[in-house]
Nanobody, 121 residues
Framework: QVQLVESGGGLVQPGGSLRLSCAASGSIFNINFMGWYRQAPGKERELVANFISGGDTNYADSVKGRFTISRDNAKDTMSLQMNSLKPEDTAVYLC???????????????WGQGTQVTVSS
């Protein structure tokens, strides 16, 4: 079973930075990273940043100018650089991607288990 695995979360003080990474565990033929989401306790899952057509990126208004999404196609990884973190950024961060397991197979959408980001002094 192919899974997405996030890493890089942790506890950071307000104003600090973290870099999250996402990669697939297991053998895959291809992967198309969709974006990063987050879910805070008692709140709905929300989009943080994603890739849109033409290779452009899209960000939630709350993170614009502070977060940067990127992907490394050679390494099959996706990252989220988070700067100037605020307490309201505290949440579980999840990555999302479409994965192709076999050359002639179809695409399946996968979510990671999430990595906890806590911003607190």
């Amino acid at each position: 079973q192919v899974q997405l695995v996030e890493s890089g979360g942790g506890l950071v003080q307000p104003g600090g930075s973290l870099r999250l990474s996402c990669a697939a565990s297991g053998s895959i033929f291809n992967i198309n990273f969709m974006g990063w989401y987050r879910q805070a306790p008692g709140k709905e899952r929300e989009l943080v940043a994603n890739f849109i057509s033409g290779g452009d990126t899209n960000y939630a208004d709350s993170v614009k100018g502070r977060f940067t999404i990127s992907r490394d196609n050679a390494k099959d990884t996706m990252s989220l650089q988070m700067n100037s973190l605020k307490p309201e950024d505290t949440a579980v961060y999840l990555c999302n991607a479409d994965v192709k397991l076999l050359r002639f197979g179809g695409w399946v959408n996968r979510w990671g288990q999430g990595t906890q980001v806590t911003v607190s002094s």
